[in-house]
């Protein structure tokens, strides 16, 4: 007589988080907060307007938790990695999609040429050779350059060392005080073939590590005539020494649209011009739709050419 044998069937035994998950796993719950939370780090000596300006570049840290998780053997901090690749992939995913589409009306140009550019001629030349029908210019100190768009140019309007040139038709074109005791903004009514809009040219103040008050008390200045400004149609071009990702940009947008992420491809970087990492340039609207955007290295400037394409009307 045969008997059976009984089987007993044991679960397979869980390992316990030992002290070699510890590094991978803490390292990538860091990035992942920092990444989610960064917008509550201080402001303290421009610590929060840093981390913001070049936070998509934090998403490569997860390269070296990775290999803390290969150098410990961690599967828990191996799989502890997905935490901070998902939310940087849903802050940021977006942004590497193609978007906008459809045919511009107005094509709108700004270019820091750079006070200390050896060659601003030629920057101007590889900026006109884009087509734009508007060219925002700031840190203009070359008389050959400012001739080179006048010649190009059939109006423009220049205040202080920054100008805008049209092949439009310009009026009520005035000075935008910022508070720093000498012009670098303006502003100007273009009429374009589809419709009036108003256009601002402006370069903030300045930004240093630690010291971002310039930019702070200009950026405010700036805002708070953008929303006294009740032209239908408001375009702002210039270098404001504000990223796209950078909190205090909050002021200007909303209530404006940035060209970049409503009708580009990638973050748009601009600065500095030989490796770009974050986006000063700005190109903003309202009462516009923008069908594509793009930056151009016009060379010779420590900044790149922001561009887009608008409508004015549909």
Request: charged share 20%; glycine share 10%; no cysteine.
């Amino acid at each position: 007589m045969s008997g059976r044998v009984a089987v007993r069937r044991t679960a397979p035994r869980r390992r316990p988080v030992g002290l070699r998950d510890v590094p991978a796993v803490l390292a990538a719950l860091l990035v992942t907060v920092l990444l989610a939370g960064h917008r509550l780090v201080p402001d303290g000596h421009g610590a929060g307007t840093a981390l913001d300006s070049f936070l998509p570049w934090f998403g490569l840290l997860v390269v070296p938790v990775a290999l803390l998780a290969l150098a410990t053997r961690s599967r828990l901090g191996a799989l502890a990695l997905l935490l901070p690749v998902v939310v940087w992939a849903g802050m940021f995913g977006p942004v590497l999609l193609p978007r906008g589409g459809g045919d511009g009306q107005l094509r709108a140009a700004t270019q820091n040429l750079d006070a200390a550019n050896p060659d601003p001629t030629s920057t101007v030349r590889r900026l006109v050779a884009l087509h734009p029908d508007l060219v925002a210019v700031q840190e203009l100190a070359n008389d050959d350059a400012a001739r080179l768009l006048d010649d190009t140019y059939p109006h423009q309007l220049r205040v202080g060392t920054v100008g805008l040139w049209s092949r439009y038709p310009m009026g009520d074109g005035a000075p935008v005080d910022l508070g720093l005791g000498w012009n670098r903004a303006l502003r100007a009514d273009v009429d374009t073939d589809h419709g009036q809009v108003r256009v601002y040219v402006a370069h903030l103040g300045s930004i240093r590590p630690g010291a971002d008050g310039s930019r702070d008390r200009t950026l405010t200045r700036l805002a708070d005539s953008v929303r006294a400004d009740r032209s239908p149609r408001l375009l702002l071009l210039g270098d404001l020494n504000t990223a796209t990702t950078d909190r205090a940009l909050g002021q200007l947008s909303p209530p404006l649209t940035d060209a970049q992420r409503a009708a580009g491809s990638g973050f748009g970087f601009t600065w500095p011009a030989r490796f770009p990492m974050t986006r000063p340039d700005q190109v903003l609207y309202r009462g516009l739709s923008a069908t594509d955007a793009s930056v151009a290295d016009t060379g010779g400037s420590d900044h790149r050419a922001a561009l887009a394409d608008l409508r004015v009307a549909d």
